[in-house]
T-cell receptor, first 114, second 115 residues
Framework: GNSVTQMEGPVTLSEEAFLTINCTYTATGYPSLFWYVQYPGEGLQLLLKATKADDKGSNKGFEATYRKETTSFHLEKGSVQVSDSAVYFCALSDPTYNTDKLIFGTGTRLQVFP | EPEVTQTPSHQVTQMGQEVILRCVPISNHLYFYWYRQILGQKVEFLVSFYNNEISEKSEIFDDQFSVERPDGSNFTLKIRSTKLEDSAMYFC?????????????FGPGTRLTVL
């Protein structure tokens, strides 16, 4: 079945460091891929998405490219801030299902220190 | 900005008791979802709901679970007889439609603790 695997955390960085959070997926069809972020005490917020191969999603300085050949959707940011500290979830939706349920990874906690 | 709200933020209950988790989706949204996350594990899909009926459910969503949209604004998840393993964070989500531009908006979650 479809699944998402992402790197375990926590990821601990100093402010202005480069961030990569790895995400790989398994899917039978042509899924859409997402990164959601959860700030402390809040719900899951969509950070960025890509709906087809080679698409790049970007938002708030974060980027991820849909790589079909490596089945990956790694999240990157060139210079993290303390305010980026949160839990990041990689997810996919399988277009086979009209209701478009999301399949999530386990989440990666990012801690950024000044 | 409109948001999905959930109440309560934390619910503690005894094993075997019934619980109802409440969600208020964004007002013009048509698709509704429940997910849960057991501590340290993945966020898992439970059920989706459209046009006043369940459109899809996972294996987790057995006869102990039910959903309802009783009044056109609330969307509830009921667990009839809670088990210890139902302890988790439960997230509600809603979506306007199924276009690529539409996304699922999540609530802050309800933490359910079953003792």
């Amino acid at each position: 079945g479809n699944s998402v695997t992402q790197m375990e955390g926590p990821v601990t960085l100093s402010e202005e460091a480069f961030l990569t959070i790895n995400c790989t997926y398994t899917a039978t069809g042509y899924p859409s891929l997402f990164w959601y972020v959860q700030y402390p005490g809040e719900g899951l917020q969509l950070l960025l998405k890509a709906t087809k191969a080679d698409d790049k999603g970007s938002n708030k300085g974060f980027e991820a490219t849909y790589r079909k050949e490596t089945t990956s959707f790694h999240l990157e940011k060139g210079s993290v801030q303390v305010s980026d500290s949160a839990v990041y979830f990689c997810a996919l939706s399988d277009p086979t299902y009209n209701t478009d349920k999301l399949i999530f990874g386990t989440g990666t906690r990012l801690q950024v220190f000044p | 900005e409109p948001e999905v709200t959930q109440t309560p933020s934390h619910q503690v209950t005894q094993m075997g008791q019934e619980v109802i988790l409440r969600c208020v989706p964004i007002s013009n949204h048509l698709y509704f979802y429940w997910y849960r996350q057991i501590l340290g594990q993945k966020v898992e899909f439970l059920v989706s709901f459209y046009n006043n009926e369940i459109s899809e459910k996972s294996e987790i969503f057995d006869d102990q679970f039910s959903v309802e949209r009783p009044d056109g604004s609330n969307f509830t998840l009921k667990i009839r007889s809670t088990k210890l393993e139902d302890s988790a964070m439960y997230f509600c989500a809603s979506r306007l439609g199924l276009a690529d531009t539409d996304t699922q908006y999540f609530g802050p979650g309800t933490r359910l603790t079953v003792l």
